[in-house]
Nanobody, 122 residues
Framework: QVELAESGGGLVQAGDSLRLSCGVSGRIFSNYVMGWFRQAPGKEREFVAR????????YYAESVKGRTSISRDNTKNMVYLQMNSLQPEDTAVYYC???????????????WGQGTQVTVSS
């Protein structure tokens, strides 16, 4: 069993930066994949970024590539999502997730946090 807890969301202005954090507790295996997803009102949950718990391989959605960075600190059991140049279309609830498949769909992930709201004003 893995539990996830996101933090760091808030209300920012367009062009601002924000760092989201995800605390991971429970039994963590080296083959885990850590992902960030987001869901805007009336839209489906969409992939943002992912990273392997072991190693530095990352992957980003085209919509955030170049202005977003995912990282993790295994010593603290934390995963981070640094977002720069935020735009109103980035407004969503952001979720941290854990799975064993290197995938971009919600069904690839087994454990989810409660989410943290990010609102970007224009």
């Amino acid at each position: 069993q893995v539990e996830l807890a996101e933090s760091g969301g808030g209300l920012v202005q367009a062009g601002d930066s924000l760092r989201l954090s995800c605390g991971v507790s429970g039994r963590i295996f080296s083959n885990y994949v850590m992902g960030w997803f987001r869901q805007a009102p009336g839209k489906e949950r969409e992939f943002v970024a992912r990273i392997k718990w072991s190693g530095d391989i990352t992957y980003y959605a085209e919509s955030v590539k170049g202005r977003t960075s995912i990282s993790r600190d295994n010593t603290k059991n934390m995963v981070y999502l640094q977002m720069n140049s935020l735009q109103p279309e980035d407004t969503a609830v952001y979720y941290c997730a854990v799975g064993t498949l290197w995938g971009a769909y919600p069904q690839h992930y087994n454990y989810w946090g409660q989410g943290t709201q990010v609102t970007v004003s224009s």
